[in-house]
């Protein structure tokens, strides 16, 4: 058969074919397609360059998040190790960073607290199972309709969080046990202030010094680093008298941990799911922000399912190795952009990075002073509030500000879990008042434009004109606008042009409502009505009580003739 003839393949075999394609794509790491697509010797150098300085970065951060959450140092170097690999490797962004992250302290602080260590395994495994679901069931593209102000709110109240809970290193406070709730720990702080550690204090300024002003010098060394090396050379060989990592969890392991569990009960489990889910969603969150961030920096497009995959495949692995929950970071992800990397083998180079630093370094990262990582957590937390974003939210209308503050008291007061919840459920009723507020039924005294303007409307014929959604947070206003009409008239046309979607609520109203005034006689012509709006409709029994026609026009003139009214439009 020569090629004039073949056949073309049937219309419904093709678009099949390319769903099947858009599926596969959707769920392919870029590590995969940037290796099929190629890969210069140039590119793959910076790369490497551009992972070795982000695993450099990267390790007092892992180090500090893991100390802040309430588990031993090298679980931040484990979970930074591991799931900073899979994320890189498995995930649907160029150049995502993935590990431990400041957002994830206070949840984690928690679950240690009220379960263990082997709670906190078995919420970062659930919560690994969820975002892999997450991803699979495509809830990517859903998760950007999560309400600006509440991110911004549990964000900046994350921060005071993370910079409350340093203050005991930074000072070098006497305390025991320092309470987990923000206000007693505060209070315990005052109580305490006399024992403040002048030397730990001066550590932790001089941590910030360095770390916020290094970078004006030179930016060849990170300024955590540099704080880092320069604050514990100085109090080991000044003997000076100050905490270390090594008084207080003693050796950092420098070989590989092997994977342990401990079974938990039915119950213990059950009352882990909601933690995990905490996890879970705020996981997926940070991960697809950061990954969003660095398609401004870099102009490409992530795939957010396949992310989701990726980050939730991770947090399995890093619980079953012993680390703590991982995501996306967005200031290492910012760096690594920086510094050339454009593929995911710099965010694996950072893994290899790290893991050489753990199996070599490890006796020496145990000296590094607890003050000095307070200061950089500190400076964690001051980025990470991004007050700017703060005070443009609360200059918004009152509804934006209603999230807000309602979200940032509730993290900092009381737990990130209730806020979160509480939030969304107050975003979604505050959404569903403003689009209430701004659906509207009026009189139309006169219909049409400048050159056909329909004026000298017959008596008992009234035009009503509906703008907005006649949605279930509507329906009642549509149904007392109708109900108070003090006229009896004969014809009543609605104007569905403005309403670009109706719920069954609305559905059930309006169907009310045209009952009400066909038994008492009226007329009543449905027109204007989008596609989609006669698509619902024509699914109720309401086409036994109105005539539909989208023509205003043939609407009126009917209206007239069965007025017998006459004359000219």
């Known amino acids: 058969m020569s090629a004039q003839t073949m056949p073309l393949p049937h219309y419904g075999t093709m678009k099949k074919y390319y769903e099947r394609m858009k599926i596969s794509k959707e769920f392919t790491p870029k590590l995969f397609t940037i290796l099929k697509e190629g890969l210069t010797r140039e590119q793959l150098q910076t790369d490497i360059l551009a992972g070795v300085i982000v695993g450099i970065v990267a390790l007092p951060l892992a180090i500090a998040f893991a100390i802040a959450s309430g588990v031993s140092p090298e679980k931040g170097l484990i979970t930074a190790i591991f799931a900073g690999f899979i994320i890189s490797a498995l995930g649907g962004s160029r150049v995502q960073i993935g590990g431990p992250t400041g957002a994830f302290i206070i949840i984690v602080f928690g679950i240690v607290q009220q379960y263990g260590i082997e709670g906190l395994t078995f919420a970062t495994l659930i919560a690994g199972f969820m975002m892999m679901a997450m991803g699979f069931l495509r809830f990517g593209s859903l998760l950007k309709y999560i309400p600006h102000p509440l991110i911004v709110g549990f964000t900046s109240g994350i921060a005071v969080i993370i910079f409350s809970t340093q203050i005991r290193d930074f000072l070098g406070l006497s305390i025991e046990k320092t309470p987990p709730e923000f206000i007693e720990k505060w209070i315990a702080y005052a109580e305490h202030i006399q024992s403040i550690n002048f030397t730990a204090c001066g550590i932790g300024l001089a941590t910030i010094l360095i770390t916020l002003f290094l970078p004006k010098v030179t930016t060849k060394v990170p300024g955590s680093l540099a704080a880092i090396i320069i604050c514990t050379l100085a109090v080991q060989w000044l003997h000076l008298p100050v905490d270390t990592i090594e008084t207080k969890f003693g050796e950092i392991p420098n070989t590989l941990p092997r994977p342990q569990f401990s079974l938990l009960s039915f119950e213990q489990i059950k009352s882990l799911l909601s933690p995990a889910f905490a996890i879970a969603l705020l996981g997926s969150i940070e991960s ?14 992530h795939r957010s399912n396949m992310e989701l995959v990726a980050q939730g495949f991770a947090n399995i692995v890093s619980a079953v190795v012993g680390g703590i929950p991982a995501t996306g970071a967005i200031a290492r992800t910012a760096t690594n952009v920086k510094n050339g ?12 990075v790290l893991l050489m630093i753990m199996l070599i370094a490890a006796p020496l990262a145990k000296l590094i002073p607890l003050a000095c990582l307070a200061g950089i ?32 008291v509730l993290t900092v007061v009381f737990d990130l879990i209730i806020a979160i919840e509480i939030g969304m459920v107050l975003s979604a009723f505050l959404f569903i008042k403003r689009m209430s507020d701004i659906t509207q039924v009026q009189v139309i005294e006169t219909q049409g434009d400048q050159e056909n303007i329909i004026t000298n409307l017959p008596k008992g014929l009234m035009i009503y004109e509906i703008t907005g959604a006649l949605f279930f947070g509507a329906a009642q206003k549509f149904h007392e606008a109708l109900k108070q009409t ?16 109706i719920d069954a609520t609305g559905l059930y109203q309006l169907e009310e409502t045209m009952k009400r005034f066909h038994k008492q006689g009226t007329l009543i012509y449905l027109t204007e009505f989008s596609p989609t709006v006669e698509a619902e409709i024509v699914k109720t029994a309401i086409s036994q009580f109105a005539i539909l026609n989208p023509d205003l026009v043939f609407c009126i003139h009917a209206a007239k003739e069965k007025l017998n009214v006459e004359g000219r439009l």
């Open 341 to 352: 990397g454009r593929t995911p083998i710099a965010g694996m180079v950072h893994a290899i």
């Open 486 to 501: 003090n006229q009896k008239p004969q014809v009543i046309i609605l104007n569905f042009k403005n309403v670009p979607l």
């Open 288 to 301: 697809l922000l950061s990954a969003v961030v660095a398609d401004g920096m870099i102009g490409g497009k």
């Open 377 to 408: 957590l500190i400076i964690v937390a001051y980025n990470m509030s991004e007050w700017h974003l703060f005070k443009s939210v609360y200059k918004g209308n009152l509804y934006d500000r209603v999230v807000l503050l309602t979200v940032f």
